[in-house]
């Protein structure tokens, strides 16, 4: 069982910035990326960046230039700053962690329970 644990969220006018905070927790034998995705209403969850072990990182386009994924591979913890932000990047966010759980074991992915970003004057 692994926990992903978010923070940072909440409410910003546009233009200006917040930092995502994710931990992982449990049993863990190594986690090979991690990762932001968003889910504003009414629309399907999407990918907003991820990163690997060797720090390789992909952004969705719309992020590309405003936001900043980094990860800390000892303590198992990723982090997304976020600047410039606009309304349409309203959305709950959500961390995810692609993790081997113990030696030997496949690859699963693990959700953290979502924070509230809400970019508006």
């Known amino acids: 069982q692994v926990q992903l644990v978010e923070s940072g969220g909440g409410l910003v006018q546009p233009g200006g910035s917040l930092r995502l905070s994710c931990a992982a927790s449990?049993?863990?034998?190594?986690?090979?990326?991690m990762g932001w995705y968003r889910q504003a209403p009414g629309k399907q969850r999407e990918l907003v960046a991820t990163?690997?072990?060797?720090?390789?990182?992909n952004y969705a386009d719309s992020v590309k230039g405003r936001f900043t994924i980094s990860r800390d591979n000892a303590k198992n913890t990723v982090s997304l700053q976020m600047n410039s932000l606009k309304p349409e990047d309203t959305a709950v966010y959500y961390c995810?962690?692609?993790?081997?759980?113990?030696?030997?074991?496949?690859?699963?992915?693990?959700w953290g329970q979502g924070t509230q970003v809400t970019v508006s004057s």
């Open positions: 995810n962690a692609d993790t081997v759980v113990a030696a030997g074991t496949p690859l699963s992915d693990y």
């Open positions: 449990g049993s863990i034998f190594s986690i090979y990326a």
């Open positions: 990163i690997t072990s060797g720090a390789v990182t």
